[in-house]
């Protein structure tokens, strides 16, 4: 299956460095290092295909390949599936 259309998407991208905290000792695990956040807004196109396979009537197994087309950040990515059961409505 295929889907598309129009969208918006915004976030925040990481700008110039601004400063380096100190670290406070042998266990510190947080990055110390702050930058500049430039939020955006931008048309997009996102995009997705979807391939799910059933060996049996209960059970399926895919993966789906999307992406988000747009002028400052476009995205991408892959997804496994798996499906157990049955919906009935």
């Not at 976030?11 to 939020?39: C, M, V």
């Not at 059933?54 to 087309?69: E, N, R, Y």
């Amino acid at each position: 299956m295929f889907s598309g259309g129009l969208g918006i998407t915004g976030g925040i991208k990481r700008g110039d460095l601004l400063y380096t905290e100190p670290s406070t000792g042998w266990f510190n695990i947080a990055d110390g290092r702050r930058f500049e956040k430039d939020q955006f807004i931008s048309p997009s196109i996102p995009l997705e295909i979807d391939l799910l396979f059933k060996p049996i009537k209960f059970l399926g197994v895919g993966f789906s390949l999307f992406g988000d087309l747009n002028f400052n950040r476009p995205m991408y990515g892959v997804a496994l599936k798996l499906g157990i059961g049955q919906l009935r409505l």
